[in-house]
């Protein structure tokens, strides 16, 4: 499949297409978020020391100290690995695999909550599996990582509360999340310009389908309303990730949970040196037919502008290199092959 | 054992760590938030520390304070009471800054570090003279430290022996040189803090023929202790520390953006000698009270390099030890060490060898950086190939700004983060004051030289490892050197090692193999704002001045 934009339509200091109206590049051909960025004051550094103060409020007040959000990928390995050796925490591992999770990862998590000798739930279900099919079928505009997340995270809400951690730990990246913006609000800020589209897709979506399906009638419909369910809850859990105050990149910390838990790339995932599940192809595939890019692009946007990769580097990782075979044999699971999409 | 020392809310707010009594990591707030002099908590100093050493807080054992604030508070309190009510004002502007910060420190490093061991207080000169000696080669030294003020002490002199400093007598507040030097600094219109350097540069172009009118100012005896005339003064009764009898006694103050006359370079000239006489006064007491062969010098006071020359050259002290951090920043320090050594009584002790205890950044930071904002630079394969370029750079007239290492703790760029060029330019000087450094014409620049042919160039065959000494051109280079050279034929000089800083040494070598010249202008990476301390500061500092070249790590870039 090639899906590669073209490089003249590119801003040339990150990796955003021009898609206008809300991404547009200027004569220098470089894009508004760009321009936005270059002209907003530096953001005052996290600390870590300020990371280790809100860790304390709740070491040892609860039954366990935090909820690790574990993909099987090296940013939510490497925060298992900070909560328990750095910060000294009793962490609670959380994964699930809503069927479309690489053995990979699934072993990448499991070798680490062994080697740290943290308590693990495994959490596996097909109960996305027939939004999926209905995203598909439906040619809805609706990223589906994008109801995966919201799921995931309401997941989360709930296995911190059951399991009564205090803090729910995500593996967020300098670019996965608007760092002072969003604290504790997980996420991405879905009124950005290059989110805008995306959510309200979504949203739409969710507004029209989870009604006709008892089994999503209360599928939160947006970021913003889980949190808000999430407040309700007698216990309220905080959202951190420890990347955003450390000054380890994954140069440092890959090597580490290489070392110390076993960690290893998968073989097959997008963006590249990525542990990212085998519906996230589908996912990208329609995000780059709908939209223009994905929200890999946005996220290595940030990095650049972060300083934590090149746009060479990141221009190579988001090429879509997979092939017909490869989503045929993921669509194969919900029922649809390649010829949904692209009808 | 790690222990953390912090110094701040005056001013250059400073962290340390130390580990098994070897400083491993120390750095000034300013340099991270980018506000010169800084006094906040550290934090972010705090921080790189930690994380430099891959630890938390909760590794630490014991943190430090480099003074005690309830004594300081208490000086504070007595003061304003005894100038009632003419210090009504100044105490409703200070108290707030007490409350909210200074008298709970113990609350904010605890609340900030999550910290629950217990937080020692080490008194102000005491941390001065821990930070000089501690980092000394010696095992017996005299101590002399003078600067502003501490909690009563302005200066003092003491005997170290092994493990412990003795304090044997000091001069307690307002008798201050420090703040003697900084109210003329203010009066002849600089900033404090910044200011001072700049009088001392301004002080070469005058004649000390103030001296009557300085001798009303301050009685000096011939121990070097004095007593300021407290008549001329008005400490803590409004904005300015001089009153109007002062006015009156020397003339107008000079306002900011006013011209330099020739009466405000001579009454610089006349507090240089004064501070020069005074400091080497209590240094003849200290070597005939210790009779000691050492001398660990520490304090704002001791940034003053003319002062600490002759010190060096008219005392009998053999050997003089100045570590690079003389001011507050260095207390930081000096109470871990005090604590280690002096309280905690560990013998193993480490000698500075230099100052480079900041951050560094790897290649793949700077090469990611530089691809991103599509720089056109060169790697170079080998620190060879690096220095023999910049060499010929500079031979050929180039400024190149020079990115290496860990960044210094102390005022001075030292061969990490400096700006350097050729010295024997005779444009060189107005050219980086001007375009580069925006700065007053009367500043000299220093000079970098290869220890072991220092004597040939100058008039001097000491170590000066962190550039606090200047000295005279031999007869027959005197003028060869245009860019380094003050009113005075002096330089300030730093005499490098190669197991100092081998990078360094290599590059003044090869640059002395071009033109048989083993020295280079030194000076700091900045402009108007901090040393820069990352290679983003640096690239933009690079981008938006003349600088010709920018040698970071093993690249170099060009415009």
């Known amino acids: 499949m090639d899906s590669a934009i073209q490089e003249q339509s590119i801003c040339q200091k990150c990796v955003m297409p021009e898609v206008k109206p809300r991404i547009w590049l200027n004569e220098?051909?470089?894009?508004?978020?760009?321009?936005?960025?270059?002209?907003?004051?530096?953001?005052?550094?996290?600390?870590?020391?300020?990371?280790?103060?809100?860790?304390?409020?709740?070491?040892?007040?609860?039954?366990?100290?935090?909820?690790?959000?574990?993909?099987?990928g090296k940013d939510s390995t490497a925060a298992l690995y900070f909560m328990k050796k750095r910060y000294n925490l009793n962490p609670l591992a959380f994964m699930f695999d809503h069927g479309f999770e690489t053995e990979e990862a699934i072993n990448n998590v499991k070798r680490a909550v062994a080697k740290l000798g943290v308590d693990f739930v495994f959490y596996k279900t097909e109960h996305m599996k027939e939004m999926f099919?209905?995203?598909?079928?439906?040619?809805?505009?609706?990223?589906?990582?994008?109801?995966?997340?919201?799921?995931?995270?309401?997941?989360?809400?709930?296995?911190?509360?059951?399991?009564?951690?205090?803090?729910?730990?995500?593996?967020?990246?300098?670019?996965?999340?608007?760092?002072?913006?969003v604290m504790s609000k997980c996420g991405c800020n879905v009124h950005a310009a290059e989110y805008a589209d995306m959510a309200k897709e979504t949203n739409r979506f969710l507004e029209e389908h989870t009604e006709k399906t008892g089994k999503y009638r209360d599928f939160p419909r947006t970021m913003e309303e889980l949190l808000a369910k999430s407040k309700k809850k007698k216990h309220k859990a905080i959202v951190l990730s420890p990347h955003w105050?450390?000054?380890?990149?994954?140069?440092?910390?890959?090597?580490?949970?290489?070392?110390?838990?076993?960690?290893?790339y998968t073989k097959n995932s997008y963006p590249s040196k990525t542990t990212n599940c085998n519906m996230n192809f589908v996912s990208a595939y329609n995000a780059m037919k709908f939209f223009g890019y994905t929200h890999y692009h946005v996220?290595?946007?940030?990095?650049?502008?972060?300083?934590?990769?090149?746009?060479?580097?990141?221009?190579?990782?988001?090429?879509?290199?997979?092939?017909?075979?490869?989503?045929?044999?993921?669509?194969?699971?919900?029922?649809?092959?390649?010829?949904?999409?692209?009808? | 054992m790690y222990i953390l020392g912090i110094s701040c809310f005056y001013h250059d707010a400073s962290a340390c760590l130390i580990k098994d009594g070897v400083v491993v990591a120390a750095a000034q707030e300013e340099r991270f938030n980018r506000d010169k002099y800084s006094p906040v908590f550290p934090i972010q100093s705090i921080n790189y520390c930690l994380q430099h050493e891959g630890i938390t807080s909760y590794d630490l054992d014991h943190v430090t304070f480099y003074e005690k604030m309830y004594l300081k508070f208490e000086r504070t309190i007595v003061s304003h009471i005894e100038g009632f009510p003419f210090t009504y004002k100044n105490f409703l502007d200070t108290m707030p800054l007490w409350l909210k910060d200074r008298l709970v420190v113990p609350l904010y490093i605890k609340d900030e570090l999550t910290f629950n061991k217990k937080i020692w207080f080490v008194k102000h000169h005491l941390s001065h003279a821990a930070s000089s000696y501690f980092l000394s080669p010696f095992n017996q030294a005299a101590i002399l430290t003078v600067d502003g003020v501490g909690e009563y002490a302005s200066a003092t002199y003491g005997f170290a022996h092994e493990n412990k400093i003795e304090i044997k007598k000091e001069i307690s507040y307002p008798h201050s040189l420090g703040l003697l030097y900084s109210i003329v600094t203010a009066y002849?219109?600089?900033?404090?803090?910044?200011?001072?350097?700049?009088?001392?540069?301004?002080?070469?172009?005058?004649?000390?023929?103030?001296?009557?009118?300085?001798?009303?100012?301050?009685?000096?005896?011939?121990?070097?202790?004095?007593?300021?005339?407290?008549?001329?003064?008005?400490?803590?009764?409004?904005?300015?520390?001089?009153?109007?009898?002062?006015?009156?006694?020397?003339?107008?103050?000079?306002?900011?953006?006013?011209?330099?006359?020739?009466?405000?370079?001579?009454?610089?000239?006349?507090?240089?000698?004064?501070?020069?006489d005074v400091v080497l006064k209590m240094a003849r007491h200290a070597y005939r009270e210790t009779k000691s062969p050492n001398l660990c010098l520490a304090g704002g006071v001791f940034l003053n390099v003319t002062a600490n020359s002759r010190i060096l050259n008219e005392t009998p002290f053999k050997n003089v030890f100045i570590q690079p951090a003389a001011g507050d920043a260095g207390s930081a320090i000096g109470s871990a060490l005090y604590l280690y050594h002096s309280i905690l009584n560990n013998e193993k002790r480490t000698t500075m060898i230099n100052s480079a205890l900041g951050p560094h950044y790897n290649l793949s930071q700077i090469e990611i950086i530089l691809k991103n904002k599509r720089l056109k630079y060169t790697k170079t394969s080998t620190s060879e190939e690096l220095t023999k370029k910049v060499a010929q750079f500079l031979a050929d007239g180039k400024v190149v700004a020079w990115f290496q290492g860990r960044?210094?703790?102390?005022?001075?760029?030292?061969?990490?983060?400096?700006?350097?060029?050729?010295?024997?330019?005779?444009?060189?000087?107005?050219?980086?004051?001007?375009?580069?450094?925006?700065?007053?014409?009367?500043?000299?620049?220093?000079?970098?030289?290869?220890?072991?042919?220092?004597?040939?160039?100058?008039?001097?065959?000491?170590?000066?490892?962190?550039?606090?000494?200047?000295?005279?051109?031999?007869?027959?280079?005197?003028?060869?050197?245009?860019?380094?050279?003050?009113?005075?034929?002096?330089?300030?000089?730093?005499?490098?090692?190669?197991?100092?800083?081998?990078?360094?040494?290599?590059?003044?070598?090869?640059?002395?193999?071009?033109?048989?010249?083993?020295?280079?202008?030194?000076?700091?990476?900045?402009?108007?704002?901090p040393i820069v301390c990352t290679p983003l500061s640096a690239i933009d500092l690079f981008l938006k001045t003349k600088i010709d070249y920018l040698a970071i790590e093993d690249f170099i870039v060009e415009k």
């Open chain 1, 133 to 181: 099919k209905n995203i598909v079928k439906s040619k809805s505009k609706a990223i589906i990582c994008h109801p995966c997340s919201i799921w995931y995270m309401d997941l989360a809400f709930d296995m911190a509360e059951k399991h009564d951690a205090p803090i729910i730990i995500a593996g967020w990246t300098k670019g996965q999340s608007e760092k002072q913006e």
């Open chain 1, 299 to 343: 996220e290595m946007s940030k990095l650049i502008r972060e300083g934590v990769i090149t746009r060479e580097q990141a221009l190579e990782d988001l090429k879509m290199q997979f092939s017909d075979e490869l989503l045929n044999d993921v669509l194969s699971k919900i029922d649809c092959t390649v010829d949904d999409l692209r009808k």
């Open chain 2, 188 to 276: 002849l219109g600089f900033r404090v803090f910044s200011g001072e350097g700049k009088v001392m540069a301004l002080a070469e172009f005058g004649t000390p023929c103030y001296i009557k009118e300085f001798n009303e100012l301050i009685d000096v005896r011939e121990d070097g202790s004095f007593r300021i005339n407290l008549d001329y003064f008005s400490f803590n009764r409004g904005e300015k520390m001089h009153n109007k009898k002062f006015i009156k006694l020397l003339g107008e103050e000079r306002p900011e953006d006013a011209p330099i006359a020739q009466r405000h370079k001579d009454i610089a000239a006349s507090l240089q000698k004064v501070t020069e």
């Open chain 2, 407 to 529: 960044m210094e703790f102390g005022p001075r760029a030292l061969g990490n983060r400096s700006i350097l060029a050729d010295p024997r330019s005779p444009t060189m000087k107005d050219w980086l004051n001007l375009t580069i450094k925006h700065r007053e014409d009367f500043r000299p620049f220093g000079a970098s030289i290869l220890r072991e042919r220092v004597s040939e160039f100058f008039e001097f065959d000491h170590d000066s490892p962190y550039m606090l000494y200047v000295a005279h051109f031999q007869k027959k280079y005197q003028g060869a050197f245009p860019a380094i050279t003050h009113i005075n034929g002096t330089s300030r000089i730093q005499t490098v090692r190669r197991e100092e800083n081998h990078r360094y040494y290599e590059l003044i070598s090869e640059f002395s193999k071009l033109t048989d010249v083993p020295m280079l202008l030194n000076t700091s990476l900045n402009d108007t704002e």
């Open chain 1, 28 to 72: 220098e051909r470089i894009c508004n978020l760009c321009v936005d960025h270059a002209n907003k004051p530096p953001l005052q550094p996290l600390l870590e020391s300020d990371f280790i103060k809100t860790l304390d409020k709740h070491r040892g007040k609860h039954r366990y100290d935090c909820l690790v959000m574990c993909s099987g």
């Open chain 1, 245 to 264: 105050f450390l000054p380890y990149g994954p140069e440092e910390y890959v090597k580490i949970i290489k070392e110390e838990v076993g960690w290893e």
